[in-house]
């Protein structure tokens, strides 16, 4: 049994601005750490300004960003906003905003939120610092529906000459939505040990150094340790000892994995995997599970009998499936599934994951492996409008090359791009962000009328 973590997938790290979504972004640092572990970008790219190209009237004004990228027609390139290219890069769909942080592997920095649609700032946080002498680092987190900001960092407290002070993780939450103003303040958490700091879905992680977990409500502030060595087995495995290993929370407790005694997932006193094998899946197989964010499970099982993949995307609460498709490859080609990231659409109906689209309203997905009639495609981003932008391996039996192409989850419908254009690394609030990798600017382009 597999697990990994996609951690916020709409924040995945992209090029040095670290524009963050399906993993969380940078990591804080230890007491002299250098950077923190943080790949934030400090370059400043000529004539281009914080917000430049925004309007105040609640959409992008007729005028361009000063730097242009070749991007998809969909999206309208006459007009827009970009960022300065100074910071980390944070998306935050569901409150229609783009946050910048200027503190990833430095002591000191300030979280900006503004409107995705014209680049206004709506609010600026306070400055978070560092515990001791370590780096901050910040990602997103969605609970509940609602999006935070947070900066972390872990190192010795009231340390000086003489004290050595005390093993510290400092966290500083921030509330998307209901903030104003020029110093917003953070909701400040300090849990004593060594540790670090991650999206655990439904509500912080801190994972410390002696194996305890230490859990964080983003709305209260409130903390929880959970020793994993005592987890709950699940009720149907009568003869599996306690123990796993926590790799989420979820709204009913930890998502377990990891046991010497069960091979699967679990949530102690709910839902097992061994309980929610598809009916024609293997029954001596247990799922590989990819961890979304918030309540989002994606899972993968081997159907009974041939090579076809079953992949089924659950609730982390209630293990209750939200959406499900089976990905028969033909013979002689690879199945479904691959090293690639995860992508979660802005409004979080649509799921890509290399050749699987799911569309989690709708409980329906398509899979696009190759098949004697068509090539595969591989999928990077999807829009809240339901386009899926990735890549078609073009094959003649003998090379394969590689054509960018978009696709419609609802139709099927596709359409092959240009060469070379930037994909939106997000999309929400009818404007596409799309990171320059060399100047680390983020630009915003509307769609197109």
Known sequence: MRLRSARKVRNALVGTVAVCALA???????????????????????GAEE???????????????????????????????QTDGIGTTLALPRSGAVATFTGDGIAEGTFTVRDVTN??????????????????GSFTLTSGGAEYLVAWSAGAAG???V??????????IFAVEGASGDAVEPLHVDVPGEGSVSDGGTALLVELGDGKVVSVDPATGETAEHDPETLAPPASCKDCSPGGEIFAMTANG??????????????????????????????DSSPTGIFIGDNLLLTQWEREGDDADIWVALDTATGETISTVTCQPDDGWGGSGGDGEPALSGDARYLVNDQV????????????????????????????????????HVSDGWSTTEEPVAVEVASGEYESLADGPVYPFDDFGGMGLFLDEESNTVVVYPHAE
Do not use: H, M
Request: charged share 20%; proline share 7%.
């Open 159 to 161: 340390a000086d000459a």
């Open 254 to 283: 930890p998502l377990a994995t990891d046991s010497w005694s069960y091979d699967g997932l679990w949530v102690p006193g709910g839902w097992a995997s061994g309980d929610l094998t598809p009916a024609d899946a293997r029954s």
């Open 119 to 136: 680049g206004e700032p709506l609010w600026t946080s306070a400055p978070v610092t560092a515990v001791g002498e370590s780096s901050l």
């Open 24 to 46: 969380a972004c940078g990591g804080g640092g230890d007491d002299n750490d250098g950077d923190g572990g943080s790949t934030s970008g400090d370059t400043k790219d000529s």
């Open 163 to 172: 004290d050595r002070g005390d093993d510290t993780v400092s966290i500083d």
């Open 357 to 392: 689209v799911l569309d989690l309203q709708e409980g329906t997905g398509v899979c696009y492996l190759p098949t004697e009639e068509t090539n595969e495609i591989t999928f990077t981003s999807v829009s809240s409008t339901g386009t899926a932008w990735g890549t078609a």
């Open 51 to 81: 917000g430049a190209g925004g309007g105040d009237d609640g959409a992008p004004e007729d005028t361009p960003p000063a730097l242009q990228l070749t991007v998809p027609a969909a999206y309208d390139t006459s007009r827009g906003w």
